[in-house]
């Protein structure tokens, strides 16, 4: 039996799956109890949305908005969305004075 190439390169790149790669694989079902069950724990993570979804758009930043924000770590979108938000909400109290 010829040995199957790894499923990632050196820097943890997958490479495309072959036809003989899913030959190989293995149902869902037939997955022990406890992977399936850390699986579907891991599709739970994320509850249902408690305010309006929000609209996915392309925008373009300075590299400087965008390193600032990033280097806040995880939920720096959002951070980015409360910034704009506040921005909308002062140019609001300003157009009303």
């Not at 949305?49 to 392309?58: A, D, G």
């Not at 600032?68 to 939920?75: Q, V």
């Amino acid at each position: 039996m010829a040995k199957r190439k790894p499923l990632t390169d050196d820097d943890g790149e997958v490479r495309e799956l072959t036809t003989e790669d899913f030959k190989h694989a293995i149902p869902f079902s037939e997955l022990p109890e406890s992977l399936q069950f850390k699986l579907l724990a891991l599709k739970k993570l994320r509850g249902p949305q408690k305010v309006p979804t929000k609209q996915r758009i392309t925008i373009r930043l300075s590299p400087e908005v965008v390193t600032h924000f990033r280097n806040t770590g995880k939920g720096w979108q959002s951070r980015v969305d409360a910034a704009l938000q506040d921005w909308v909400k002062r140019q609001a109290r300003k157009a009303s004075a």
